[in-house]
């Protein structure tokens, strides 16, 4: 890495600071992955079509392939290893809502940020959030049904 392109940031990631340096152009997912060791956001398209690397960043969903890492500089970051047993994980679980089981971290923190910050989720919300992550190995219905089991157990039944 070209040092004068390189600059030290401070990533805060499941509620730890990290300092690293990081390129001018590098992603967060590569500064996730191969700087901090966090293997949960997976490259799949690397083009933000497909959803795989999926975080939160200031609760918010986000692709991390997207992502710049000087600009998550102090920013809030989410990943599937902060989770620790969040009732969408055991949705997931409990619903059969993976297959393969790739791109099922970025479904989680998707869903995650609906369940928390969506305040009025209907069927078409669920929908409209579904299509922002492929699964190429199952169908959706079961992601859907664990969406449904966590906003029920919260007493949202609009859907």
């Known amino acids: 890495m070209n040092t004068r392109s390189a600059h030290d940031i401070i990533l805060k ?9 990081a390129g001018s152009s590098e992603t967060l997912l590569i500064a996730l992955r191969s700087k901090l060791g966090l293997t949960g956001s997976k490259p799949g398209c690397l083009n933000g079509d497909c959803g795989a690397c999926t975080v939160l960043i200031n609760g918010v969903p986000h692709k991390s392939c997207l992502s710049l ?64 992550n492929i699964c190429r190995c199952t169908g959706y219905k079961e992601i ?14 609009d859907y």
């Not at 297959?99 to 078409?124: H, P, R």
Request: proline content about 1%; some cysteine; overall charge negative.
């Open 69 to 132: 890492a000087v600009e998550m500089d102090e920013a809030d970051i989410m990943t599937i290893e902060g989770l620790k047993e969040d009732p969408i994980q055991t949705a997931f679980v409990e619903h059969f809502a993976f297959q393969c089981g790739y791109c099922t971290s970025g479904f989680i923190m998707n869903c995650k940020a609906l369940v928390d910050y969506m305040e009025t989720i209907d069927e078409n919300v669920i929908t409209e959030w579904l299509e922002s």
């Open 13 to 21: 990631v499941n509620g730890e600071e990290h300092k690293i340096l």
């Open 144 to 157: 859907e049904e664990a969406v449904k089991s966590v906003l029920t157990s919260r007493g949202n039944t």
